[in-house]
């Protein structure tokens, strides 16, 4: 059986999702499939924004959280080294924490280099840090929900531009969008007080969260028709 536990990091949540979803993902999705669920569940998390159902925010995000995760595995690119290369306990663009990118205005992103002995060693540790670069009084929910789809364009631009001419700064790109996804989804969850890392404790405790099942055997209609 596969599971995750709050206590566990970023890097074992994207083993999980490798271990569960990997044989589905290869089999039955390409890279545009894959990017399709991560686009709808982002979308439906948002919908619960504006229709104000916490439950709705909650499971949508972690879904598109996990599609996020497959994309990555797909790739083979190590979420976690990457989000913490571009917010190593600072705001990536201002360089302070917290973020003082209102008041300084930068029109750069600043070079900042991280400190290993820092690196949060969970996933709720990462969700703290963001929560104190960011604090989530700067902005409203549904702020935080227009930023999250701006993000998932850029994720999905940065995919397609790799795809189409398989440059390695494209590659690059894509690694510091996915962290910038990360960056936002932790901002949309603390902003609707979802515990990212308890949650997914509760949703992943038994391999698939649909089917329970190691590796999952969900079809591939069968995910299409999921309207939560
Ligand atoms: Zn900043
Ligand atoms: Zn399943």
Redesign the pocket.
């Known amino acids: 059986m596969a599971s995750f536990r709050k206590n566990q990091s970023l890097q074992e949540f994207q083993k999980f999702i490798g271990d569960v979803y990997a044989i589905p993902d290869d089999r039955l999705y390409s890279m545009a499939d894959m990017l399709v669920q991560q686009q709808r569940f982002t979308m439906r998390a948002l919908k619960g924004i504006r229709k104000q159902n916490s439950e709705k925010i909650k499971i949508n995000l972690l879904v598109a959280l996990s599609w996020l995760m497959a994309i990555a595995n797909r790739l083979h690119i190590d979420v976690e080294k990457d989000v913490w290369k571009r917010f190593p306990m600072l ?1 990536s ?2 360089g ?1 924490k917290p ?3 209102k008041k300084i205005r930068p029109q750069k992103r600043k070079y900042v280099k991280s400190d290993g002995a820092q690196k949060p060693k969970t996933m709720a540790g990462f969700q703290k840090m963001f929560n104190e670069i960011y604090p989530t009084n700067n902005k409203t929910l549904p702020e935080y929900g227009v930023h999250l789809a701006e993000e998932m364009g850029e994720v999905s631009e940065a995919i397609h531009n790799f795809l189409g001419q398989h440059k390695i700064k494209q590659l690059e790109d894509i690694k510091l969008e996915i962290s910038d996804y990360i960056s936002c989804s932790f901002g949309v969850a603390s902003s609707a007080n979802i515990d990212v890392a308890k949650e997914l404790e509760k949703m992943y405790s038994n391999n698939c969260h649909v089917c329970h099942k190691l590796p999952c055997v969900c079809s591939f209609n069968s995910v299409s028709l999921i309207k939560t």
């Open positions: 705001c663009y201002c302070k973020c003082e990118c």
